[in-house]
T-cell receptor, first 110, second 113 residues
Framework: GENVEQHPSTLSVQEGDSAVIKCTYS??????FPWYKQELGKRPQLIID?????GEKKDQRIAVTLNKTAKHFSLHITETQPEDSAVYFC?????????FGTGTSLTVIP | DVKVTQSSRYLVKRTGEKVFLECVQD?????MFWYRQDPGLGLRLIYF???????EKGDIPEGYSVSREKKERFSLILESASTNQTSMYLC????????????FGPGTRLTVT
């Protein structure tokens, strides 16, 4: 089956700085890579996703990059704000089933 | 607006009890999932279902079973609860096929004493 590794497990940045979270996957057939944000006490919600036919996708301050050859993808958050503080999960999928990383707890220090 | 609801936010049960966790979605989604979430371990798939009365084991099915009698409802059953099943349980649903967003419920915090 698929194996998704996520790093770092915790990340602290100053407000206004950038944050980068990296994930690797093992199954070259995976073709969909979503990122979920889970605020404290709330449900995970999709913030951005990328498909295997695309190398990069941006949505305002967040972006995701995908390197299919190396089997890794990354989440980039620029100009971080305190409300970006949350746990972020990456996932890889090639069908109905998602394989999630272990999560990154991001703290943005005002 | 997709809505996925779970029967309880918090539940406390005793060791050996049979526990039912229910999940309902209102978007006519074919796929439904049960995960457990533990610190440092992320979201681990217990079972999923891609159609009524169909089920597939996920990564950690031991000690759990599921039931899907109606398309909108997916139940997780702990036949004999144990303390190592104390966890946050999250239900999710999605449309059939690949590359579709999973929508999560609010979660049930289960404590087994």
């Amino acid at each position: 089956g698929e194996n998704v590794e996520q790093h770092p497990s915790t990340l602290s940045v100053q407000e206004g700085d950038s944050a980068v979270i990296k994930c690797t996957y093992s199954d070259s057939a995976s073709n969909y890579f979503p990122w979920y944000k889970q605020e404290l006490g709330k449900r995970p919600q999709l913030i951005i996703d990328i498909r295997s036919n695309v190398g990069e996708k941006k949505d305002q301050r967040i972006a995701v990059t995908l390197n299919k050859t190396a089997k890794h993808f990354s989440l980039h958050i620029t100009e971080t704000q305190p409300e970006d503080s949350a746990v972020y999960f990456c996932a890889a999928s090639r069908g109905n089933q998602f394989y999630f990383g272990t999560g990154t707890s991001l703290t943005v220090i005002p | 607006d997709v809505k996925v609801t779970q029967s309880s936010r918090y539940l406390v049960k005793r060791t050996g009890e049979k526990v039912f966790l229910e999940c309902v979605q209102d978007m006519d989604h074919e796929n439904m999932f049960w995960y457990r979430q533990d610190p440092g371990l992320g979201l681990r798939l217990i079972y999923f279902s891609y159609d009524v009365k169909m089920k597939e084991k996920g990564d950690i099915p031991e000690g759990y079973s599921v039931s899907r009698e109606k398309k909108e409802r997916f139940s997780l059953i702990l036949e004999s609860a144990s303390t190592n099943q104390t966890s946050m349980y999250l239900c999710a649903s999605s449309s059939a096929g690949s590359s579709y967003e999973q929508y999560f419920g609010p979660g049930t915090r289960l404590t087994v004493t």
